[in-house]
C-alpha cells in the first residue's frame, strides 16, 4: 500500500513536526508514504498533479477542515479513499466521523480503517464537507481570523464582538415544493451534524443519504441550539426551522458573510447548493464486533 499525506504546515502545533511523526510511525511498517507539504496560495491544480504522479492508494488529509476540502475536491468520484489526520484547531469532519484526534491512532486507523461513501454539497462553484453557513456564525469565522489569540478565549472574544456588531438578514429559501421568507440571525447549509466545538445545530443530519439540510435560524437562539444538544428536545420553529433537501437556492436583500468548513469565502447575495450524493470516500473506524 502506498499512502500520499497532503500536509498543511500551518496547522495545529507547531512544537512539532508534522512529516517526522508521520515518517517515524511508518518507518517499520512494509507501507509506502509520500509526503507533500501544501505552499502558500496552492492552486487544486498542483494538489491534482501530486495525486496524479504520486499514484498512491489512499490520499490522506492532514489539517483541518479546510485542508481536507481540498483534498476531498481533488478526489470527486475518483473512488480513492480519502483520510484524516487531524492536526487543525477545530477538526469538525474528524469528530464528526469518530476519527481520533491524536494522530498516532489517526495514523494507525489509515492501514485498519473501513471505507464507506459520503455525499458533499455543491455550493455555488465550492463544495462543502462538514458545515456552512450565511450570517452570524460567518460573521464570527472572519472576525476570529483577525484575532491574535486563539483557543476558547478567543473564540469567545469574537462571538462577543459578533453577538453585539451582527445584524440580522433578509432572506428567501427557494426549495424543491415551497419559498420561505424570513428575517434571519444565520442560515446553515448542513451536511454534518455539529461544530467543531461540538455544538450540535443539525441532529438529524446523515452522511451517506440523498438529502441535506438548511437550518433557518431566525434569531440569535444559542438558548434554543443548546437546549436541543443537552435536552434532546426539539427546536422551537418559531426560532429555528430545519428543512431537509437535495437543492436550495438562499438569497439574500443585501451582501451577507459567508464561510465554507470553517474557511470565509466572503459576502453573497445568492448561494445555490445541491446534494452530490457517494461523492467522496472516506477511511473511518471499524465497526465494533
Known amino acids: 500500500m502506498k499512502l500520499l499525506f497532503i500536509i498543511n504546515p500551518g496547522s495545529g502545533n507547531h512544537d512539532i513536526s508534522l512529516k517526522e511523526v508521520i515518517s517515524a510511525h511508518f518507518d517499520a511498517k512494509k507501507i509506502e508514504i509520500d509526503l507533500f507539504e501544501l505552499p502558500k496560495n496552492c492552486s487544486l491544480d498542483k494538489i491534482k498533479a501530486k495525486i496524479s504522479s504520486s499514484k498512491a492508494d489512499r490520499v490522506v488529509a492532514v489539517g483541518g477542515d479546510g485542508t481536507l476540502k481540498l483534498v476531498a475536491e481533488c478526489l470527486l468520484n475518483t473512488g480513492i479513499p480519502v483520510g484524516i489526520v487531524p492536526a487543525g484547531s477545530a477538526n469538525g469532519m474528524a469528530k464528526e466521523l469518530g476519527i481520533p484526534t491524536d494522530i498516532e491512532p489517526a495514523l494507525s486507523l489509515l492501514e485498519e480503517g473501513r471505507l464507506q461513501k459520503i455525499h458533499v454539497v455543491k455550493l455555488n462553484d465550492e463544495i462543502c ?45 427557494k426549495l424543491k415544493d415551497e419559498t420561505i421568507t424570513s428575517k434571519a440571525a444565520m442560515v446553515a447549509i ?23 439540510e438548511v437550518i433557518l435560524v431566525k434569531d440569535y437562539s444559542y438558548l434554543e441550539i443548546l437546549k436541543i444538544w443537552i435536552t434532546k428536545l426539539p427546536f422551537n420553529p418559531r426560532k429555528i426551522e430545519v428543512f431537509q433537501t437535495a437543492e436550495v ?28 450524493p457517494a461523492a467522496i470516500t472516506v477511511i473511518l473506524p471499524s465497526l465494533s464486533k
Open 249 to 276: 437556492k438562499i438569497s439574500s436583500k443585501h451582501q451577507v458573510h459567508f464561510q465554507i468548513d470553517g474557511e470565509y469565502i466572503g459576502k453573497v447575495n445568492t448561494v445555490e447548493a445541491s446534494i452530490l
Open 190 to 212: 448542513a451536511n454534518a451534524t455539529m461544530y467543531g466545538s461540538g455544538l450540535k445545530i443539525n441532529p438529524d443530519g446523515k452522511l451517506d443519504d440523498q438529502l441535506f
Open 129 to 173: 464537507i462538514h458545515l456552512s453557513d450565511l450570517g452570524f456564525n460567518a460573521y464570527l469565522v472572519k472576525k476570529f481570523d483577525t484575532l491574535p489569540q486563539r483557543g476558547m478565549w478567543g473564540y469567545a472574544k469574537a462571538t462577543w464582538h459578533a453577538l453585539w456588531n451582527h445584524h440580522r438578514m433578509e432572506v428567501q429559501l
